[in-house]
T-cell receptor, first 110, second 113 residues
Framework: NAGVTQTPKFQVLKTGQSMTLQCAQD?????MYWYRQDPGMGLRLIYY???????DKGEVPNGYNVSRLNKREFSLRLESAAPSQTSVYFC?????????FGSGTQLSVL | GQQVMQIPQYQHVQEGEDFTTYCNSS?????IQWYKQRPGGHPVFLIQ?????EVKKQKRLTFQFGEAKKNSSLHITATQTTDVGTYFC?????????????FGTGTLLAVQP
């Protein structure tokens, strides 16, 4: 039982490049989330998906798009990466009140 | 918008000392959760508080939810080196959007053996 799996673990991009962060969960949870974590700012919600086929904006959605491909998978896309998007990205799924987090993706945009 | 602030941002203690972190919301929360993140790791759920004035204990950890449901605290008795990490509180946004969980800024705890 892998829980929440994120790929890649590390990524370096140049300004203007695009990429997709992948997330999959095997716990049959309906809700999934993308957060970013920056020093001194805690975890900020980018997008979430309450169920398959639905997505909604969080606190900091600008510059990102998401796709809830199926119940298992929730991807985050950066169309044109900017240095301000340098961060650690966490995907999570939810069962009742608990969030279960993946191990994170450390992204650097140069 | 709703803000969830935590104090202190950083605390350094000697092993065996007590530690407390405080979480304050600008709006009333229907519930509050606490998470722990070890250095280099990911957040892990600790507990959820729902009722006004609720107190819950997990071994050396004591969690409280304020009477007005706008603040919460986590107290660790006799810290150990295994307590090192960042502690976050989190609460749902108001207006019933319980799926939107907003995290506090976190308190980093360092424990010196």
């Amino acid at each position: 039982n892998a829980g929440v799996t994120q790929t890649p673990k590390f990524q370096v991009l140049k300004t203007g490049q695009s990429m997709t962060l992948q997330c999959a969960q095997d716990m049959n949870h309906n809700s999934m989330y993308w957060y970013r974590q920056d020093p001194g700012m805690g975890l900020r919600l980018i997008y979430y998906s309450a169920s398959e086929g639905t997505t909604d904006k969080g606190e900091v959605p600008n510059g990102y798009n998401v796709s809830r491909l199926n119940k298992r998978e929730f991807s985050l896309r950066l169309e044109s990466a900017a240095p301000s998007q340098t961060s650690v990205y966490f995907c999570a799924s939810r069962r009742v009140e608990k969030l279960f987090f993946g191990s994170g993706t450390q992204l650097s945009v140069l | 918008g709703q803000q969830v602030m935590q104090i202190p941002q950083y605390q350094h203690v000697q092993e065996g000392e007590d530690f407390t972190t405080y979480c304050n919301s600008s709006t009333t929360l229907s519930n509050i959760q606490w998470y722990k993140q070890r250095p280099g790791g990911h957040p892990v759920f600790l507990i959820q508080l729902v009722k006004s004035g609720e107190v819950k204990k997990q071994k050396r950890l004591t969690f409280q939810f304020g009477e007005a449901k706008k603040n919460s605290s986590l107290h660790i008795t006799a810290t150990q080196t295994t307590d090192v990490g960042t502690y976050f509180c989190a609460g749902p946004r108001p207006s019933g959007a319980t799926n939107k969980l907003i995290f506090g800024t976190g308190t980093l705890l360092a424990v010196q053996p």
